[in-house]
């Protein structure tokens, strides 16, 4: 069975720093194509990062570009996002997500229930 | 980046009856969309991908098509279960926008 598990959330103040984990189980990790996607309070799903399986690419929207950085350790199946310079903006609900494919369309086939994280002083 | 167009923004309808959610792309994406659920409280769950494959385990009451740069997710009779939020996903590029999401609501 395929698991995804987020931890690190929590309070944090604005410019401070956090970083996400998630830890996958029931695949093959290291083959696996892994994104992460946030949910603000009340808001749509928001796409961040991608690292693809090979390492070589990694893929980052504008909002985050520069200031978080997805990262991942096959050794420990473990998937993570470090988010520096934390804006209020940046409160949301993070997911980890695997990818599948279909020839080459992805989508988002497995999701972790998420972990919140709060900007706020 | 590519921009989901995605309405209604909410709908309410009745069990048993059918709905259709739209999702327009900024500009033609094939057939690289795909459509999620969100239950209050839950993850997001696979639908559809590649505009009209079924998920296993998905019900045969939801489908999607696609016709150019419109793409539409039918269900085609409404179970209490299906009330919930339903997001289309562009897999076009490595930017994987997702549209506005659409709030399915019981009338």
């Known amino acids: 069975e395929v698991q995804l598990l987020e931890s690190g959330g929590g309070l944090i103040q604005p410019g401070g720093s956090l970083t996400l984990s998630c830890a996958a189980s029931?695949?093959?990790?290291?083959?696996?194509?892994m994104s992460w996607v946030r949910q603000a309070p009340g808001k749509g799903l928001e796409w961040l990062s991608t690292f693809t399986s090979s390492g070589s690419n990694k893929y980052y929207a504008d909002s985050v570009k520069g200031r978080f950085t997805i990262s991942r350790d096959n050794s420990k199946n473990t998937l993570y996002l470090q988010m520096n310079s934390l804006r209020a903006d940046d409160t949301a609900v993070y997911y980890c997500a695997k990818q599948g494919f279909y020839y080459d369309r992805g989508y988002f086939d497995y999701w972790g229930q998420g972990t919140l994280v709060t900007v706020s002083s | 980046d590519i921009q989901m167009t995605q309405s209604p923004s909410s709908l309410s309808a009745s069990v048993g009856d059918r709905v259709t959610i739209i999702c327009r792309a900024s500009?033609?994406?094939?057939?690289?969309v795909n459509w999620y659920q969100q239950r209050p409280g839950e993850a997001p769950k696979l639908l559809i991908y590649a505009a009209s494959s079924l998920q296993n385990g998905v019900p045969s009451r939801f489908s999607g098509s696609r016709s150019g740069a419109l793409f539409t997710l039918t269900i085609s009779s409404l179970q209490p279960d299906d009330f919930a939020t339903y997001y289309c996903?562009?897999?076009?590029?490595?930017?994987?926008?997702f549209g506005q999401g659409t709030k399915l609501e019981i009338k």
């Open positions: 029931g695949f093959t990790f290291s083959k696996s194509v």
């Open positions: 500009q033609n994406i094939d057939s690289y």
């Open positions: 996903q562009q897999s076009y590029n490595d930017a994987r926008t």
